[in-house]
């Protein structure tokens, strides 16, 4: 019964990623007027996620200074791993950004950590495990969006884009029934996965994300964007507020 749960609700969770279709209907014209506003959304999730969701949860589960070492860990991996995407895919792929693979694997990190998460909650109980799936998917809904403008921004193709956003959120399940077969170890792992996750976000929307959008400079679009951005961190303190 309690890994039916964790299949349903991860599985569910995976289909998120789908929010991001409407993005195929706009015309190209139109998506390049809102691609700031994405990237801005995208940008504000990724920090308040970090800051309001992953980085709290971990030191809830553990007070030891180790969290804020696999944080940093985190955040130098994303850094080395995007320099080596650059000097080993630029030169082959000259179309696509760096930014779109960190995003993808950062996401993966974070996807596989939540089906961690839930598939503790439900083994402590149905009632938890629904609670915390509700809480994934308030974040998961704005982020997904964000995902995808990350994407576009970085030169991927609008179905390709839909299509590894999707396989990635995929993680989710993966992560869920890992946390199933290993019920006991759980939570050592999501104490080194929640801060390596928070890492790759914050590496993620303070290098590549905020100095897109600072170079805008028309006022009237930079305050417009520094909204959406806002927009993007209270969505994800207002989730953590209904939770918790």
Known sequence: MVL???????????????????TLYLKEKLLDEVILALIALSAGT????AFLHLIPETMEMTSEAGVFLWLLFGYIFFFFLEKFLLWHHCH????????????LISDAVHNFADG????????ASISLGIVTSVAIALHEVPQEIGD???????GFKRKRGLTLNFFVALTTVLGGLTGYLLAGYV???KTVLLPLAAGGFIYLSSSDLVPEIRKIESVKKSVVVFLVFLAGISVMWAARLLVY
């Open 4 to 22: 039916l749960w964790i299949i349903a609700s991860t599985l569910s969770i995976s289909l998120l990623a789908f929010v991001g279709f409407f």
């Open 46 to 49: 990724l920090m308040g996620s």
């Open 92 to 103: 082959k792929v000259k179309h696509v950004h760096t930014v779109g693979y960190i995003n």
């Open 116 to 123: 961690l998460i839930l598939a503790a909650s439900f083994v």
């Open 148 to 154: 995808m403008g990350v994407l576009l921004y970085s």
């Open 187 to 189: 939570e050592q792992f």
